[in-house]
């Protein structure tokens, strides 16, 4: 099955850096790739997905990055505010299932 | 705006107690999840479900089982519940064949 690997666990930002996180899989099937910002005290919510046949898409101060060759796709949060500070994961999944693996998840501090 | 409603967000329980976790979701989505999340471990999937009455295990259903009686509510059960049950319990939705999973607020359970 796929396996998803991500990392940083814990990335601590001031504000106004940037911060990525990174995140590899191993089933080439894969075709969908959304991440999710769990808040403290909430459930995750979509906040960018991209599929294989897109290599980058932005969102405003966010933005993903896919490279199907090497198995591995990054968010990457530009001009980071204190607001986006959260637990974020990763995901992946093919066309036939629609049942995410998930990342074991990054906490993002942002420094005031 | 899609909605997953947990209608029980903090429960403490005994061990040894039948619980029972309820999930709605509003959308006419065909597939629903349970999945625990930990520290560290990520969101892992205890049970989802395709269709009314169908379910199918996930990761860790040992200690667990579900109930979809109606196409938008989702049950999750703990027959006996232990303290290593003690967790946090999401719920979520998605449309067949859709990609983006939607997720409740959480239901957090200690057994004491």
């Known amino acids: 099955g796929e396996n998803v690997e991500q990392h940083p666990s814990t990335l601590s930002v001031q504000e106004g850096d940037s911060a990525v996180i990174k995140c590899t899989y191993s089933d080439s099937a894969s075709n969908y790739f959304p991440w999710y910002k769990q808040e403290l005290g909430k459930g995750p919510q979509l906040i960018i997905d991209i599929r294989s046949n897109v290599g980058e898409k932005k969102d405003q101060r966010i933005a993903v990055t896919l490279n199907k060759t090497a198995k591995h796709f990054s968010l990457h949060i530009t001009e980071t505010q204190p607001e986006d500070s959260a637990v974020y994961f990763c995901a992946a999944s093919t066309g036939g299932s629609y049942i995410p693996t998930f990342g074991r998840g990054t906490s993002l501090i942002v420094h005031p | 705006d899609v909605k997953v409603t947990q209608s029980s967000r903090y429960l403490v329980k005994r061990t040894g107690e039948k619980v029972f976790l309820e999930c709605v979701q509003d959308m006419d989505h065909e597939n629903m999840f349970w999945y625990r999340q930990d520290p560290g471990l990520g969101l892992r999937l205890i049970y989802f479900?395709?269709?009314?009455?169908?379910?199918e295990k996930g990761d860790i259903p040992e200690g667990y089982s579900v109930s979809r009686e109606k196409k938008e509510r989702f049950s999750l059960i703990l027959e006996s519940a232990s303290t290593n049950q003690t967790s946090m319990y999401l719920c979520?939705?998605?449309?067949?064949?859709?990609?983006?999973?939607?997720f409740g607020e959480g239901s957090w359970l200690t057994v004491v």
């Open positions: 479900s395709y269709d009314v009455k169908m379910k």
């Open positions: 979520a939705s998605t449309q067949l064949l859709g990609n983006t999973i939607y």
